[in-house]
Each structure stands twice: as structure tokens, then as C-alpha cells.
């Protein structure tokens, strides 16, 4: 039998979405008799632990004597159980300084930890993730934060709607100006924010048409990798090329700055990814009002992401001439939504299709104590950093 828990989510600010739903723990105790789930007890899930409780699953406090622990965020280092398996987000792999201790908590515990992030496909696709309602989320509050800044509409905050079904009633009779929205990316939260756009009525054009046209109702763009970069040397674009050595492209966003009204930022950043345009171009010629920075890295693809916001306070300014952060909505300034968990904002909806990925791809692996995904997701197996991540050993103090 294997001992699954649902752990309690202990890192500030406090994340309210689950790994499994209480429908999804009831179905795999009926389809796989092997698994057991057991809840830890929760104030802030979601789903709370009478939901849990009444599909049959067990709620307690003690869990250490499960043997595969599931979260979402970093797990605070005082919380680990020695020599456990996790699984969550755990923000190490590019050696984040903020998560170093814990990466090393986790070594000195001889912890297996399998990172989320690090689950992918054969061809490198990532398997599980937030980020479809990352840019659900993203998407509405960019166009709520250009709502309020112009008077021209208005929408409600999505944590205010029950869950995703409601927050699309509120989009019947919008009517949004003629604006131009930008967006890039084709991974999962660009697929979001183009949910939102065709929900809204927004159209679809081509770059040539966009950048070259006025239209007369609103319209977005999307941007993939050969549309946003092209070799310095070479002019080409060559997507495996790109992702080895990004260093050697420039970015090819600068006119899209110059007839934008609304950018949906969804692209991965890492340092050597050129940036879609640098702080010196923010200039008169700059036209875009409003930027949601969906994947939110503090001067990362968007060098005037002068950090986080909060769910509640999503939206801030930045001044075209100091670059200093202003009070959204002034004149003069660029806003920028900036929030790094907007899947909280929809936690039912977005907990559930992250379990469906979960059982459909990984549950059975786990089961069977290992599979090619699983072994090229762990980065520390009982204490030891793994061969692919042997990279990390001056971070964890090896």
C-alpha cells in the first residue's frame, strides 16, 4: 500500500490550491486499491477538509507515516519529514539564492525530491503546471487594469467570482475599444490569455496586419519565438538553436511598442534570453499602456517589472522618465499587473486540472517506484543530488 499525503501549504504568503481535489482522491481510491490519500488537516485549501472528509478520504494532522508527500510551493524547511519523497515546486533549479537553505534542509534530511517543474514529455514539454490559468488570470486582470485606467470598461476582480464558469458570465455585453493587444508566447499561459481574448471578442491578426494597420474594432496579436527573435549573425530563427543559445539572438518586439496598447507577457525568461525591449526604449514613442507581466520576473523579459503586487493590489505604475514605481493610473507612467500566484485567484478550477494531469501522466509512475520521467524530475534521490543536477552541488553544499 502506498501512503500518499496531501500536505498542508505552510509557505508565506499562503497558497490555497491542492494537488488533488477531493473527487479526483475518491476516484483513485476506487480505481487504484493500491493507493491510500491521506489529508493533512488545512485552514486555507481550497477544499476544505469536511469536502475531503465526506468523499471518503481521511483528514489528520500526523503524517509521517505516509511515504509520498504532495504539495504545491516550497515546503518550509523546519516541515520536512527526513527521508521522505516530495513532490512540489521547489524554485531550486536555477539555484535561487532565497531557496538555497531549503535545498539544502533537504540533503541533510536524505530526501527524495521530484520537482513538478522538471516533469516533462519526451519531446521536453512540461507535463504539470498552473500556467493555462496563470494566463486566464493574467489575461483578465491586464484588460481590468487597462479598464480602470482609461474609464472605458469595467470588470470585477477574479477572485470575487466563485470559479472560472462565473468569471466568464461577467464578459456577456463587454464591450472593449479599439484597442491593439499584444501577446506572446505558446506554452500553456499564452493558451490561457487567448481563451480570454476569443471570450471577449477580441480578433485574431496577423504580425504584418497589426503592425501595419488600424482597425476599426479590437484586435490581438500573438508572438511565438521566430516572430519575437532572430539571430544577430544570421537573421533565422530555429526554435532548439534559440533554447541552447539564446545569447546569440536580439529581440524583434521593438515595433510592436510603437502601436500597442495592451501587452500579455507569456514567454520563459532565463538571463541569457534577450529582453523584449530594454528600460532606454520607454520613451515618447512608446505606446503601450498597460503590460501584465504574466510570468512575472522582477527585470526580467519586461525590464520595468519593478516587482510583485498582491491579489488584491495587483496593478502598480512605472513613470516613462524616472522608471520609478508610481501609483497605478497616472498620467505619464506605464502600469504593470505583476502577481506570482495568479492561479490562486481561480484555486478550485486551477487545482483540478492540475490533478487530472497529475493522475493521468504521473500517479502510475509513482506506484511503480520509478519511469523515465520521474527519474529525469529528481533532483535529490535520499539525500543525493542526482546526475543531472550535479550542477547544483556547490548550491547545496556538497
Known amino acids: 500500500m502506498l501512503k500518499i499525503a496531501l500536505i498542508r501549504e505552510e509557505k508565506i504568503p499562503a497558497d490555497n490550491r491542492v494537488a488533488l481535489t477531493p473527487p479526483q482522491c475518491r476516484w483513485l481510491h476506487k480505481n487504484f486499491p493500491q493507493i491510500k490519500v491521506i489529508v493533512q488537516h488545512s485552514d486555507i485549501r481550497c477544499f476544505t477538509d469536511k469536502e475531503y472528509e465526506r468523499g471518503g ?40 539564492a532565497h531557496n538555497q537553505l531549503l535545498f539544502k534542509e533537504i540533503l541533510k534530511k ?32 491586464g484588460m481590468m487594469a487597462y479598464g480602470d485606467r482609461t474609464g472605458l470598461f469595467n470588470l470585477s476582480s477574479v477572485y470575487s467570482n466563485k470559479d472560472y464558469r462565473h468569471l466568464i458570465h461577467t464578459y456577456f455585453g463587454l464591450k472593449v475599444p479599439n484597442i491593439k493587444v499584444a501577446v506572446t508566447g505558446s506554452g500553456r499561459v499564452a493558451h490561457g490569455v487567448l481563451e480570454v481574448m476569443n471570450l471577449m471578442g477580441i480578433t485574431e491578426v496577423e504580425p504584418d496586419e497589426y503592425l501595419e494597420r488600424k482597425f476599426s474594432y479590437p484586435v490581438y496579436v500573438q508572438l511565438k519565438g521566430g516572430d519575437l527573435y532572430t539571430h544577430k549573425e544570421l537573421k533565422t530563427y530555429k526554435r532548439e538553436h534559440f533554447h541552447q543559445f539564446p545569447e546569440q539572438y536580439r529581440s524583434r518586439f521593438l515595433p510592436y511598442t510603437k502601436c500597442t496598447d495592451v501587452l500579455m507577457n507569456g514567454i520563459y525568461w532565463t538571463e541569457n534570453v534577450p529582453r523584449l525591449f530594454e528600460t532606454g526604449d520607454v520613451d515618447e514613442t512608446f505606446s503601450i499602456q498597460t503590460i501584465a507581466d504574466i510570468t512575472d520576473d522582477e527585470h526580467g523579459s519586461i525590464p520595468i517589472n519593478l516587482g510583485d503586487q498582491t491579489i488584491q493590489n495587483p496593478v502598480y505604475g512605472v513613470d516613462k522618465i524616472s522608471k520609478e514605481k508610481t501609483a497605478p493610473y497616472q498620467p505619464g507612467s506605464i502600469d504593470i499587473m505583476a502577481v506570482g500566484n495568479l492561479p490562486n485567484e481561480l484555486p478550485r478550477d486551477a487545482s483540478q486540472y492540475f490533478g487530472e494531469q497529475l493522475i493521468k501522466y504521473v ?3 509513482l506506484v511503480k517506484g520509478e519511469s523515465d520521467m520521474i527519474t529525469r524530475a529528481t533532483l535529490t534521490h535520499q539525500g543525493k543530488i542526482t546526475e543531472p543536477f550535479f550542477y547544483m552541488k556547490g548550491y547545496g553544499g556538497e
Not at 510551493?73 to 539555484?95: A, D, G, W
Open 110 to 141: 536524505k530526501i527524495t525530491l521530484i520537482d513538478y517543474e522538471c516533469l516533462v514529455h519526451d519531446d521536453g514539454q512540461r507535463v504539470l503546471g498552473f500556467g493555462f490559468f496563470a494566463g486566464i488570470v493574467g489575461a483578465h486582470n
Open 57 to 96: 478520504v481521511e483528514v489528520r494532522e500526523d503524517i509521517s507515516d505516509c511515504d509520498v508527500m504532495l504539495g504545491i510551493k516550497e515546503v518550509p524547511k523546519e516541515k520536512l519529514i527526513p527521508e521522505k519523497q516530495y513532490l512540489f515546486f521547489s524554485h531550486t533549479k536555477k539555484m535561487q
Open 363 to 365: 500517479l502510475e509512475d
